[in-house]
């Protein structure tokens, strides 16, 4: 077994993904390549080989770089889960003591693998959170989210607000406004526009996500990006107009979005992340249904990764982001938000 590097566009490496039964949107060529040309990283595939010059396994990557110039490699940054994709008949044991040999010997000699793998030298296991799926039925009707969802939902269709899906650049820019005002209200920064113009270029215009944008009366309400590839459906952000948020247009959204999921024939509903500590997010999540689970990271290092701690800076930045224009969110997010990798 040989392992290498090959760039992230490299068509094996996108023939493999587009044959791989477990392939989801984040191993798409595309995504990865979204965040590293927004943030200036370099991204690639990180591959074994056969004798014959056929991929056995695979795991997109980014090569970051944090504040103090210490570099690693992340699969991948700004992603919830990623997992290596490694072909049936290939022990994934021997697949991924190759990949660990293969960085602890490069120059970076530290990967994070955002998914849990099996214990090994080397590997070091970190919880960052939970994660939320649901198995999607083939009829809608065996959709049986909690009662007060349903009534917030039932709300939003009797005031007459109306979801519709889009693809259009305009759709991304009109998601865009809206997250940039929810992030403002939460007091974080937002993504870079290039981020979600590169988004829509090589993820949404191509067909592997859309826009759900929800209305009333002609007025937008609330937006989504949902990515999707290989029967999997990723709710990945949300945007609300902080003046309409009782309407009811995010949990229509939603409900809208899992029904055209059922009818596409997709098999998953993946909701995200929820960090530690975000219990409301987490029980809005469970009560449509959604299965949590514990999510680890796996950092492939030397020694275990330093433990995280929340700086006083971040709390100040809240406060000005919270009581300043939105250009001001999206200023801190052009110039700070890379770090975040």
Request: aromatic residues 8%.
């Amino acid at each position: 077994m040989r392992i290498s590097t090959v760039p992230i566009d490299d068509p094996r490496w996108s023939a493999f993904v587009n044959s791989h039964p477990d392939a989801g949107p984040f191993h798409l060529p595309g995504w990865a390549s979204v965040i590293a040309d927004c943030y200036r990283f370099e991204s690639f595939a990180l591959t074994a080989w056969d004798t014959d010059g056929e991929i056995l396994a695979g795991i997109p990557a980014i090569a970051v770089r944090s504040p103090l110039g210490r570099r690693g490699w992340v699969s991948l940054p700004f992603t919830d889960s990623c997992t290596p994709l490694i072909r049936a008949d290939v022990a994934a044991d021997d697949v991924l003591a190759a990949f660990t040999e293969h960085t602890l010997a490069s120059q970076t000699r530290e990967l994070e693998v955002r998914t849990t793998l099996p214990p090994g030298d080397d590997r070091h296991a970190v919880a960052v959170g939970y994660m939320h799926t649901m198995e999607l039925p083939r009829d809608p009707d065996m959709l049986h989210p909690n009662k007060s969802h349903r009534n917030l939902r039932n709300r939003a269709m009797r005031k007459g607000v109306q979801v519709a899906q889009g693809r259009t650049q305009q759709d991304v820019a009109t998601f865009y406004r809206l997250h940039t005002l929810t992030r403002r209200r939460h007091g974080v920064p937002v993504q870079p526009r290039r981020f979600f113009d590169l988004l829509w270029d090589r993820i949404v215009a191509p067909g592997h996500g859309f826009v759900a944008i929800a209305t009333l009366e002609g007025e937008v309400q609330s937006a989504a990006v949902f990515l999707i590839h290989n029967g999997v459906l990723v709710n990945k952000y949300h945007g609300s107009d902080p003046r309409v948020r009782d309407n009811g247009g995010d949990y229509l959204i939603d409900w809208e979005m899992m029904v055209a999921g059922c009818n596409a024939g997709y098999h998953t509903l993946d909701l995200g992340r929820s960090d530690t500590g975000a219990d409301g997010l987490r029980l809005y999540k469970s009560l449509w249904g959604a299965v949590e689970r514990p999510l680890i990271y796996t950092h492939i290092s030397r020694t275990p990764p330093a433990a995280h701690h929340a700086s006083s800076v971040s709390g100040l930045s809240r406060h000005v982001i919270r009581r300043s224009p939105p250009w001001v969110c999206r200023a801190i997010g052009e110039v700070f938000y890379r770090w975040a990798a």
